[in-house]
């Protein structure tokens, strides 16, 4: 699972022209790694990929802060 | 694929143009050149169960569950009765801006306190993000709040709010940890009378002027714990989400407008002649009112299949903008081709042709510029 969702994000990264790749403990949002649009797009994949639904409300720093949060949140799903 | 509606969506439709042919379409040129707004007409949309829409029955809406097809078809059939496009313009602002977060991020006693009011028309709520360093931008936004106990003390200002002069409740975003980024920002519900808190005056502005519009000012302002939206830091996911909402359904109104500005226009080419013939005989007039109608048809498909994506729960980034650029463009356009088409008639206020065009272009401008809405496009083509 994160692995896969660190070959996602590296992909936003790619196209934000850093060569630098993610930790699981990055603060994705808040660290400018992703845009908002990238943050969005990134929880639609994570819907798709992992068949769950992540309501707004969800969208918290505790659930996507970083890759690490993203697959706890994701396993209690 | 079918894109037809249902009966029922069909009825409501054609309810809805026929409440706002019978019961709004009165001083509207008047208050266009005066910027006034009405607040009966407000009211009367309430009672009729417009402001409704966005709100469960269970806190004075009109539906178990808000529905965006249904709404957006409202909306799309209230655009074409209602002349005032100000008037829709207003209403989706608070439907999809304030009533719907509230509804969706609201703890009980929140939704008890400001949507019954909200739904019935008695109160007014604005949505509160734009500030004079953050435009675009938004996120780069200086208001701030500080923890204290028992709320926080909000400091800054925003500008360019519809509504701002009137409002009842302020929906609020500042930042409460500048520390965390994106996810510092927090929503608060401001009222009116909140000591600290104070709203300028109507800006006038060149369309939309039906619909008061102004600057929010807030020194030291203290706001109670209880009106917090969402946890703190859930600014970000509010916004996201009530804006797509926004994108979707504050343009149903302009392609209602778009669609009796076609009927119009098609009236006066036929009736209006020159060199012996309808004026409508020459093609430079026809070719634009083909161009009217394709700019209809197309962005149609696109409201559509956002508030369908919508209402089946679906992420719609790259359909929302695709809509919001096509939509909003197409208005300014189609208005210009409806002036041209009148020609000296067109360019005449008191022919209420050019009021569109004046209206239209607020459209390119809120909620995510044109120029943000195709870079969103080519970043989610991997540019
Ligand atoms: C009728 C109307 C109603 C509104 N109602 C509200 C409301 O209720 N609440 C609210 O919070 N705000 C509201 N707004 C404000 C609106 O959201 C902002 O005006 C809009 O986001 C643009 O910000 P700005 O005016 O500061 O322009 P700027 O962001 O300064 O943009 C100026 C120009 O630069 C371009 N530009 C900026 N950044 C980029 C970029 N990255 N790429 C390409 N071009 C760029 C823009 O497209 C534009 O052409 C309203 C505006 C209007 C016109």
């Known amino acids: ?77 | 694929m079918n894109f037809s509606l249902t009966d029922e969506q069909q009825a409501y439709k054609e309810k809805v143009i026929e409440f706002a042919q019978n019961e709004l379409n009165t001083s509207y040129t008047e208050r266009d050149r005066d910027s006034v707004f009405s607040r009966e007409d407000w009211e009367k949309c309430a009672k009729f169960g417009l402001q409704g829409l966005a709100t469960p029955t269970a806190y004075g809406g009109s539906a178990d569950e808000v529905n965006i097809l249904t709404a957006t078809v409202a909306m799309e059939g209230f655009g074409y009765g209602c002349k005032d496009n100000g008037l829709a313009f207003g209403l989706n602002a608070q439907m999809w801006t304030v009533q719907f977060p509230i509804a969706q991020f609201g703890t009980e006693s929140q939704k008890k306190k400001f949507l019954p009011k909200l739904a019935a028309g008695t109160w007014i709520g604005c949505h509160a993000l734009t500030e004079p360093n953050a435009g675009s931008d938004v996120y780069s936004m200086e208001t701030t709040a500080t923890k204290v106990d028992g709320g926080y003390i909000l400091n800054g200002s925003k500008r360019y709010i519809t509504f701002a002069p009137i409002s009842d409740v302020v929906l609020v975003f500042v930042k409460t940890n500048p520390k965390l980024g994106k996810w510092g920002m927090s929503a608060f519900l401001v009222e009116k009378g909140m000591e600290g808190f104070t709203a300028g005056l109507n800006r006038p502005k060149m369309g939309l002027r039906t619909v008061p519009f102004g600057d929010l000012f807030f020194e030291d302002c203290f706001v109670p714990d209880e009106n917090l939206l969402g946890k703190e830091g859930a600014g970000w996911a509010i916004t996201n989400s009530s804006l797509e909402h926004d994108r979707c359904t504050i343009l149903a109104g302009q392609l209602g407008a778009m669609e009796y500005q076609l009927e119009e226009t098609i009236k006066f080419v036929k009736d209006r002649k020159q060199f012996g013939q309808a004026i409508s005989q020459f093609q430079s007039v026809s070719n634009r009112i083909a161009n009217m109608k394709l700019r209809i048809e197309t962005s149609r498909l696109l409201l559509y299949k956002v508030a369908w994506l919508k209402s089946q729960g679906a992420s719609t980034m790259m359909e929302s903008a695709l809509l919001k650029l096509h939509l909003s463009e197409s208005f300014v356009d189609s208005s210009l081709d409806a002036i041209r088409n009148h020609g000296g008639h067109g360019y005449l206020s008191e022919n209420e042709i050019e009021r569109n065009l004046r209206d239209a272009v607020g459209g390119v401008i809120y909620a995510g510029t044109s120029d943000i809405q195709r870079n969103i496009i080519s970043k989610l083509l991997g540019l």
Do not use: C, H, W
Request: charged share 25%.
């Open chain 1, 1 to 77: 699972m994160e692995e896969k969702i660190v070959a996602f994000v590296n992909d936003q990264i790619s196209s934000n022209q850093t060569d630098e790749k993610i930790e699981a403990q990055d603060d994705l949002l808040g660290g400018g790694i992703l845009d908002s649009l990238g943050m969005m797009r990134l929880i639609s994949f994570i819907e798709t990929e992992f068949g769950i639904k992540v309501p707004p409300e969800d969208m918290t720093i505790e659930n996507f802060i970083n890759i690490e949060t993203i697959t706890g949140y994701i396993s209690s799903k």
